[in-house]
Nanobody, 114 residues
């Protein structure tokens, strides 16, 4: 079992920045991939950024150059630095970790006002 706790969401104006954190606990040594997904109002959950099983970061095309995913292995924590935020990026941001199944955090709300 893996438990994920997100933090760092909030309200920001368009063009602003936020930094999300996700701390993993439990069977963290079994985690193969870990990252962030987003679900906007009325939309499906979609990939934002994720460290793959090979350890390389993958980004959605829409966030490349503006968002950066990073991690602190000693703290079992993954971060998402989001710059130049856009109103359409409003939604609930979920942390995800993959062992032989995918785990989800409870989500953190990000609201970008225009």
């Amino acid at each position: 079992q893996v438990q994920l706790v997100e933090s760092g969401g909030g309200l920001v104006q368009a063009g602003g920045s936020l930094r999300l954190s996700c701390a993993a606990s439990g069977s963290t040594s079994n985690i193969n991939a870990m990252g962030w997904y987003r679900q906007g109002p009325g939309l499906q959950r979609e990939l934002v950024a994720e460290f793959s099983t090979a350890g390389t970061p993958n980004y959605a095309d829409s966030v490349k150059g503006r968002f950066t995913i990073s991690r602190d292995n000693a703290k079992n924590t993954v971060y998402l630095q989001m710059n130049s935020l856009k109103p359409e990026e409003t939604g609930v941001y979920y942390c995800s970790a993959v062992t032989y199944i995918r785990y989800w955090g409870q989500g953190t709300q990000v609201t970008v006002s225009s």
